[in-house]
């Protein structure tokens, strides 16, 4: 058992936990990162194709305002890549292939559709601008906007139904839940802290717009490589006890004592773990107030990118089927195609239990529908299923159902005493993202240099 001695100790090796431990470092405190995985990044994982290309399983794209994550990046040496547009994108309604069109607004929905769905987008956001980052429970509509679902206010728009279901295609991607099973308050929210609707869906000045060379894992590893303590691997910690004095953390191979301990968790596994004194009622609502979102993400590896010989640029969206949103996740030199598409909300639940055989099949049918034969005959396919993994339970992201936030939100960031809490899951801006992640941990840091 490793017996450690340190001002911080942070429990979590993801983009948060580092994040933390550099912030501290930096402020010259002597810091200790316990990890219950072998590896650092957490729900951002890259395999490595070993012929110099990549594939990331986890969280692999940055855009316009992530600037923490784009500024990290610079600084570790990562570069990063526009990820590929030129071409057509598609859209399927009904089981039917619409015209190709270019950018994120579906052209083929006709006049009306379209719209529709410009104008509830515009309401949406002028809702969500209403929604301070910092406290969205404080929202003057709060607890209306929290009493119901996103698919609530999906319903009462006055919009076809076809522009409706884009709508929820494009939500269910973001947040790895059905519509009807998160607040419309939180959903908000949570596009405020990224800006708008739009940045968290578009590709070009969205969200996915860059990517990072040889994966996003990159900039975890270097990020760990450059702390001068380097973290406790599989360690994972069960309790945490807390006195005038200081703080113990014990985990499977490890006591450390410290001052002050940042729990960098998603918050159902924050809540495994034993704290004396315990924490408030309130905070162990919260904690349960939380659902992890649920997705699979899948990748097809073909020795070319065929689709862009047809002027297709990879992108599709379908209001049916098992993926509903594809990308051209190709590695630009290496001749090689990657399509990669997602399974989220309650299909991932059901795919999830199933053999990977069959997934592969049924992925693979849906990248055939939409860009023809030759999708069924990957090099490889690749499926990761992240409600299997221990130390994630789920991905992206945690969520809450109606009627939590304005119950639980002041006890977010609140501290337990010398325990402060850090994750993407608390983050102001880009809440969810890498990006909102290393500011929950600079955010953690700081609290923990005021001794
Ligand atoms: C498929 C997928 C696609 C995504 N796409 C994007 C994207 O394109 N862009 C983007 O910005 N974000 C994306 N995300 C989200 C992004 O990955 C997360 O927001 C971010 O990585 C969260 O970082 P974190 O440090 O808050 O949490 P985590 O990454 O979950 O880190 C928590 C760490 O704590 C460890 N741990 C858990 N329990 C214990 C314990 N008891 N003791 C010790 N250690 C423990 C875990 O092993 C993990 O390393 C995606 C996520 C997934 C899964």
């Not at 406290?135 to 679902?149: K, Q, S, Y």
Request: net charge positive; proline share 5%.
């Amino acid at each position: 058992m490793l017996e450690l001695d340190v001002d911080v100790c942070v429990v979590g090796a993801g983009f948060a936990g580092l994040s933390c431990a550099r912030a501290l470092e930096r402020r010259g405190r002597r810091v200790c990162v316990v990890e219950a995985r072998e590896r650092v990044g957490g729900r951002v994982l890259t395999v490595d194709r070993g012929d110099g290309t990549w594939i990331d399983v986890g969280g692999q794209w940055v855009g316009p305002t992530q600037d923490r994550l784009y500024g990290l990046a610079r600084e570790l040496g990562v570069e990063t890549f526009p990820t590929h547009t030129a071409g057509k994108n598609l859209l399927y309604v009904r089981g039917q292939r619409g015209r190709a069109y270019t950018g994120t607004i579906p052209l083929p929905v006709g006049p009306v559709g379209l719209f529709g769905i410009a104008w509830l987008l515009a309401r949406a956001n002028r809702l969500a601008r209403t929604i301070p980052v910092d406290r969205p429970w404080d929202a003057p509509r709060a607890r209306e906007l929290d009493a119901e679902t996103l698919a609530d206010y999906l319903d009462r728009a006055p919009i076809t139904k076809t522009a409706r279901r884009l709508v929820e295609v494009a939500f269910e991607n973001v947040f790895a839940c059905d519509a009807d099973e998160i607040s419309l308050l939180f959903a908000l929210a949570y596009a405020r802290s990224a800006g708008s609707i739009e940045r968290l869906i578009d590709v070009r000045g969205g969200a996915q717009q860059d990517r990072f060379v040889g994966g996003a894992l990159g900039v975890a590893t270097k990020l760990a490589g450059e702390l001068r303590a380097r973290p406790v691997h599989d360690c994972p910690v069960t309790a945490i006890t807390q006195s005038d004095r200081g703080v113990v953390v014990r985990g499977a191979r490890a006591v450390v004592r410290a001052k002050r301990a940042v729990v960098a968790l998603p918050p159902r596994l924050a809540a495994e773990i034993a704290y004396e004194p315990a924490p408030s009622a309130a905070r162990a609502r919260l904690w349960d107030a939380f659902v992890m979102g649920r997705v699979i993400k899948c990748t097809a590896v073909y020795d070319r990118p065929f689709w862009r010989g047809r002027g297709l640029s990879g992108q599709a969206v379908s209001d049916d089927g098992l993926v509903n949103v594809t990308f051209d996740n190709s590695i630009p030199g290496s001749g090689l195609g990657m399509l990669t598409g997602f399974i989220e909300g309650r299909r991932a639940g059901e795919w999830a239990e199933r053999p990977e055989v069959e997934r592969r099949a049924a992925v693979l049918a849906c990248f055939a529908r939409y860009f023809g034969g030759e999708a069924r005959e990957p090099l490889e396919y690749v499926d990761k299923v992240w409600a299997h993994e221990r130390w994630s339970g789920g991905c992206y992201v945690a969520y809450m159902p109606p009627k939590r936030l304005t119950d639980v939100g002041p006890e977010l960031r609140a501290p337990h005493g010398r325990v402060h809490w850090a994750g993407t899951e608390t983050a102001m801006v880009w809440n969810g993202y890498i990006d909102g992640a290393l500011e929950s941990g600079e955010r953690a840091a700081a609290e923990c240099a005021r001794d």
